[in-house]
């Protein structure tokens, strides 16, 4: 295993696992290059601009896969371009992107946004869409730090913590173990995504949220593109009032409900914006990002493909079962290094603010202000030169597993303040989750 985890940072070794590079893919990545460097005067690139544009698109699907962008680095070496942008994958320039301001544009991982579709496009004449907000000392303006302490101050309070400890919570847990069983312990799929819906508390409320969120696949309303596309085809026509539906819900929910309007602390933020924030960004993340962390954990979702290993052959439930589940910590650990090899978010970006040159195979490129870096999490938590013995094995107990973690958008608890604000909320249900139905599993093995 040794030698096939050192080739991510050594090109000669990449030939032992029998990575080549072919005509199409040197062509594209070709293109990619000379659409992000070349210079001004260059109209050999502007006329391949249209099919860049193409390419960029194709590109932008496969680069929310861990597994492509691992291709993609065997092939090129750490740094590449890809996707409209550049991917600077060690773990290093991670953790140096993490950490520092990010100015950012309108895109959710490699995907572009539509504007039309984000909060205040059409109220109050300014944006205030978090994940696209830059932050200050990144051409920011102050807006993001306003917007985000609103967001942390109103829905994430001690009341947060206490109700995930509340009675209602532990029979929401009892139900889940309830139809973990009867789905014979996960075999059927199905109860995966059913039961993440159940709710005690208003069922008219929660099926116009289930409705929008799920059936109505309501992060593809935010996509461009896509969105207008499935919009023309019918599928999303009622897209837009069932956003202003769901919208109205959470602002009449006690936590926005309470928000005192006015406050320049919050940039005079109105209960309107912030729950036609909220709706975009459960959308996008929210919905998202716990279920498939927590199909990954459950075993419903196998571990990514990363070529010359056999990492997507690891059972995570045979390690399950093996956990100390009276000990939470190990229960974090599992957690950690199952999102370690299948990261929920495989990529974020930031935007250049000034020219810089980085290093693609064998040359320095310059590259301009302006310039999409793409933050690839997933790679960074490849990089062998950290995460040294069993790379690409599963091992919950490696060292600094959770201090050098990037699943939350950090370094581990690290951050310059884009830390995924439900981390904690995140972290601690799904180890109840695992808790419960890991008990459930040692009861009635199969």
Known sequence: MTSETSAINDPVPNAIIKVRCGITESIAHYFQLLNLSHSRFN???????????????????????????????LIHGSNFACAGGVWLS???SVKKNLLEPQARTYKVASSQLRVSALPASNFGHRSNFLLSLSQKGAGGN??????????????????????MKDETSKALIQKLAEGYKESGLGKNR????????????????MKEIKIFHYDMCSAAYHFAILGPLLQLLKFGRKWPDQFQIVAKIYENS???????????????????????????????????????????????RKLC???GHETNEILVTDIWDTLNLDDRDEVKRYIYECGRLRNPVSNTHKVAQEDFVAKIGRRDVSFPKGTIIFIPLQLASLD???????????????????PLSTIF???????????????????EMIIDVLIALGKLRKRNPC
């Not at 102050?142 to 109700?163: I, M, N, P």
């Not at 062998?384 to 959770?402: A, I, M, P, W, Y």
């Not at 958008?409 to 972290?427: F, L, M, Q, Y």
């Open 43 to 73: 109209i050999f690139a502007w006329l391949f601009k249209p099919a860049n544009h193409l390419l960029t698109l194709y590109q932008s699907i496969g680069a929310n896969q861990g597994a492509y962008l691992y291709r993609k680095r």
């Open 90 to 92: 060690d773990f290093s």
């Open 142 to 163: 102050g807006d993001w730090e306003a917007y985000r302490k609103c967001v942390e101050d109103t829905l994430f309070t001690e009341e947060t913590s206490l109700r």
């Open 190 to 205: 199905a109860f995966f995504s059913k039961e993440d819906h159940t709710d005690p508390f208003d069922e008219a409320i």
């Open 254 to 300: 006690p936590a926005i409900s309470l928000l005192k309007e006015g406050q320049d602390k919050y940039n005079k933020m109105s209960k309107v914006e912030l729950a036609l924030l909220m709706t975009s960004i459960m959308s996008l993340a929210g919905m998202i990002g716990p279920l498939t962390l927590c199909n990954i954990v459950l075993g419903n």
């Open 305 to 307: 493909p990363f070529e």
């Open 384 to 402: 062998t030169t950290v995460h040294r013995k069993n790379t690409f094995g599963f091992d919950h107990n490696r060292e600094k597993l959770c």
């Open 409 to 427: 958008h950090s370094v581990g608890d690290k951050t310059n303040g884009r830390i995924c604000p439900g981390k904690g909320v995140a972290e």
